[in-house]
C-alpha cells in the first residue's frame, strides 16, 4: 500500500515562492501517475498539475500554467511541486495523490487511489 506524506507549506507574500514534497512509501512508486491537487475553504478539491510516471509528460491547470512546475525523483520516491510568482488565490491545502495510470494524467480526484494528509499554503497580499 502506497503512503504519502506531503512537507514544504507555509506562509509566504504575493509574487513569492515555496516548493512542496511529497514523499511515498512502497515499491510501485515510480510506475504511476503522480498528481497534485489543492482545496480552499468552502470549494471542492482541484487539480494542479500533473506527472507521467517518468516524467516526460506533465499537465497543469490553466490558472498555475507558467508558475508552477511538477517534477519527480523515482529514485528518491518523491514528487515535488516548485511554486513561483504566488498569488492570494493559490492559498489552499495541497495534496498529492497516486492514479492507477501509468501515461493519462487524469484531473479529476475520484481517479486517484492514495492521498497524503496535505499540507497549507497561505499566499498574503
Known amino acids: 500500500q502506497v503512503q504519502l506524506a506531503e512537507s514544504g507549506g507555509g506562509l509566504v507574500q504575493a509574487g513569492g515562492s515555496l516548493r512542496l514534497s511529497c514523499a511515498a512509501s512502497?515499491?510501485?512508486?515510480?510506475?504511476?501517475?503522480m498528481a497534485w491537487f489543492r482545496q480552499a475553504p468552502g470549494k471542492e478539491r482541484e487539480f494542479v498539475a500533473g506527472?507521467?510516471?517518468?516524467?516526460?509528460?506533465?499537465y497543469y491547470a490553466d490558472s498555475v500554467k507558467g508558475r508552477f512546475t511538477i517534477s519527480r525523483d523515482n529514485a528518491e520516491n518523491t514528487v515535488y511541486l516548485q511554486m513561483n510568482s504566488l498569488k492570494p488565490e493559490d492559498t489552499a491545502v495541497y495534496y498529492c495523490?497516486?492514479?492507477?495510470?501509468?501515461?493519462?494524467?487524469?484531473?479529476?480526484?475520484?481517479?486517484?487511489?492514495?492521498w497524503g494528509q496535505g499540507t497549507q499554503v497561505t499566499v498574503s497580499s
Open positions: 495523490g497516486v492514479a492507477a495510470s501509468i501515461a493519462t494524467i487524469f484531473t479529476h480526484m475520484s481517479a486517484y487511489n492514495y
Open positions: 512502497g515499491p510501485t512508486f515510480s510506475r504511476y501517475v
Open positions: 506527472s507521467s510516471w517518468s516524467g516526460g509528460r506533465t
